[in-house]
Each structure stands twice: as C-alpha cells, then as structure tokens.
C-alpha cells in the first residue's frame, strides 16, 4: 500500500512547535532524535497510534530563505486538511487552547469546516466530513 508518510513544516523552533501540536491541536510526539548537525529529526501525529495519520516533519529553519517561509509555505492559501470526527469537540479544544479560527464554522455539502491558523500562521482547514 503506498501513502504520504510524512510532510515537512518548515518552523522557527522546536519545541514551540512540539507544544502548539501536542497540546494545541492533540497531535502525539511520534519522534524527537537528535541529529549530528544540531538538528533534530521531530514528527508529530494525529490521533493516539502511530502511523494512524501523516505526519508532520517539523524541521527548524536553517537559512534566511527558509525562514522567509515560516507561516507562508503554501502561499497563504489553505494547504493542510485536519479531519475530525468530532467538529464541536475539537474545535472547543483548540478554541481554549487559544488557536486563532479565521472564521465560524460553516456547513457545506461535503461536511462541517471552518480555516485556522497554526502558530506560525500556515492555514488549516478543521474538517469532519458528512457522512
């Protein structure tokens, strides 16, 4: 079987963003290594098992050129889709957890979403599709 296992995010620090995964969003820390460079080799995950979702590959920004790409990796449009299965629940969570929404929830022929933002100001959509 062949699936997307990983895609890197490009983040200003580790454990800032270890933290807003975890805790924020719920993810669970699948891998934090160090790395010869000084690097570390962090993946974050939805839900509680691994492999249960892709991951996230976050990767500390090493040059200028990287940096100018914290927040804007897919040209400020939505570029990453968190599926739920519970929209009300999650979406309390993060609220109290002090995720920024762009907007209220909408309901649209293929589910319940709404547009947040991560730390870094990337843009998420919060989606439980219909069933």
């Known amino acids: 079987m062949r699936r997307v296992a990983l895609v890197t995010l490009v983040v200003d620090d580790y454990d800032d963003a270890i933290r807003f ?16 460079d000084g ?10 098992e691994q492999g249960a979702g ?30 739920t299965d519970d929209f009300a629940r999650d979406h309390a969570r993060m609220t109290a957890h002090g995720v920024t929404f762009l907007e209220d929830p909408r309901h649209e022929p293929y589910g ?3 547009v947040f933002q991560d730390l870094y100001g990337n843009r998420w959509d919060l989606l439980q599709p219909a069933a």
Do not use: C, I, M, N
């Open 112 to 114: 319940t979403v709404a």
């Open 39 to 48: 690097s570390r080799w962090v993946v974050v995950e939805p839900g509680t």
């Open 54 to 83: 892709t991951g996230l590959l976050l990767a500390r920004a090493k040059d200028d050129g990287q940096r100018a790409r914290v927040g804007d990796q897919t040209g400020g449009r939505v570029g990453f889709f968190l599926h």
């Open 21 to 36: 995964y975890t805790e924020a969003l719920g993810f669970r820390l699948a891998e934090d290594e160090p790395r010869p």
